[in-house]
């Protein structure tokens, strides 16, 4: 005779087995932390290459199907030939379709990354080597600038002097103790040092290739692997529960590919309209301004700020009139970026407001430090996201309303039924607050009260 547990009894069982993983996951996280970072630094590490062709080829996902909607389906279809994803259309030609477009993705990635090397970034190389002769230059106009500035304010002069004292004494410590014994030449150091960076650069160069060669089996492959997660996620859940998780993966693959997508985009029209802005306005080094506040403009809200005093800190080390006049043109840029190109461009792709931007990025830089800037807020937005549909599923099972405006003027909700800020009938749950301290001090009521009214006209 078999023993066949129930339903519920099934339920328990996997309950307290999730449920003592957790303890468990969190025993290790609390008491062994440390050597859990450290676990998964180094398997990070390792990945480091599929983590590259992953990242790579989500970015590349749109461009290539640009190429396909836009180019060549319309030619194949010309041909009467149907290459969509529905059964019944040509999975050779989809397929072959597929390799003409990741190998025009491809090509376009590759010049790309040719015009940036050849062009942009010899210039930038350039600049930096010019900006560092002329550093000397630079240091002397501004003692003299400074010196004509604090001559008629000595007591600042003197604090200023005392704080380039203590920072030299302390970059001059730094140097001597940490710096000079690395620098110091002999065999033994000089094999090392140069063994250490020979294995980086194989390493870099080696997951540089298999992030190439990753992107393209992922661009190749995405439908399959969404096609796996259907199939994984309506085998373990109910058809509904299913339906949600992958509507929730789809909202983050928008969010993150609208977001990210589109701050790249702006981001690369903003340090065009720059460079153009910098060369009519004969600033000097246009084009490592530009690149400066074309990189800092894809970190959402500081970015703008960000590369805006980098480029002002680079101009006034050669003349403060030209950074004072780059100043006004970056304000300008922004303006037309945050009020007009960002909104064309991004539209409302994560939904949080301002102070939740802010929030994000805080939180997220303080994690991940740059890489946090970049993914905080559509990873916030997506958190965002399901908290709120959550509570709005909570809501409809409890038979109240999901719409936020009807919870302004909400005092509290009494057998279903919403009780209002403004009818001052409703007292419950500190709906009516006390005078503040503010008001009764200075509150003066000249008019008697009625008994001590009474009482003078009975004396009458």
């Known amino acids: 005779m078999k023993m066949k547990p129930e339903k519920n009894q099934v339920t328990w069982a996997i309950t307290a087995f999730v449920l003592s993983v957790c303890v468990m996951l969190a ?173 980086s650069g194989i390493k870099v160069v080696f997951d540089l290739v298999v992030g190439f060669i990753v992107a393209i089996y992922v661009l190749n492959s995405k439908e399959r692997f969404t096609t796996k997660g259907k199939k994984m996620a309506y085998a373990i859940f109910n058809e509904e529960n299913a339906n949600e998780l992958i509507s929730g993966f789809r909202f983050a693959n928008y969010t993150f590919q609208g977001f990210v997508g589109g701050k790249l985009v702006d981001s690369l029209i903003i340090g065009v309209i720059c460079y153009i802005g910098c060369m009519l306005l004969k600033l000097p080094y246009p084009v490592l301004i530009s690149v400066v506040v074309g990189v800092t403009n894809i970190i959402p809200f500081f970015g703008p700020y960000i590369g805006g005093g980098v480029g002002a800190l680079i101009l006034v080390l050669i003349n403060p009139v030209s950074a004072l006049v780059f100043l006004i043109f970056v304000i300008i840029l922004q303006q037309f970026d945050g009020n007009i190109l960002g909104p064309t461009i991004l539209g409302n792709s994560t939904g949080l407001s301002s102070f939740w931007v802010i929030f994000a990025i805080t939180l997220f830089g303080g994690l991940w430090g740059i890489v946090g800037w970049l993914v905080g807020v559509p990873i916030f937005a997506v958190f965002y996201a399901l908290v709120s549909r959550i509570t709005n599923v909570l809501l409809t099972k409890k038979g109240l309303s999901t719409v936020s405006n009807e919870y302004t003027d909400l005092a509290y909700i009494e057998y279903g039924e919403y009780k209002l800020l403004s009818d001052k009938n409703n007292t419950k749950h500190n709906a009516r607050k006390n005078s503040s301290a503010f008001k009764k001090l200075f509150h003066f009521n000249f008019q008697p009260k009625k008994n001590e009214k009474k009482q003078d006209d009975s004396t009458k």
């Open 27 to 199: 025993y290790y996280v609390i008491f062994k932390g440390t050597s859990l970072a450290k676990n998964l630094s180094q398997i990070v590490d390792s990945l480091s290459g599929i983590i590259i062709g992953i990242v790579l080829a989500y970015i590349l996902i749109p461009l290539m199907e640009g190429i396909e909607h836009r180019i060549l389906i319309p030619i194949y279809k010309k041909r009467n030939i149907d290459v969509s994803i529905a059964a019944t259309a040509d999975h050779k030609k989809r397929a072959q379709m597929r390799k003409i477009s990741i190998l025009l993705t491809m090509t376009v990635f590759m010049l790309l990354l040719y015009s940036l090397f050849r062009v942009i970034i010899p210039q930038l190389v350039s600049s930096i080597r010019e900006i560092a002769a002329n550093l000397p230059v630079y240091r002397d106009y501004i003692d003299e600038y400074s010196n004509l500035f604090l001559a008629n304010n000595p007591d600042l002069q003197q604090f200023i002097d005392s704080q380039l004292d203590s920072y030299y004494a302390t970059l001059s410590s730094y140097v001597t103790q940490k710096v000079m014994p690395v620098l110091k030449v002999n065999a033994n150091n000089i094999v090392r040092y140069a063994s250490r960076s020979f294995i």
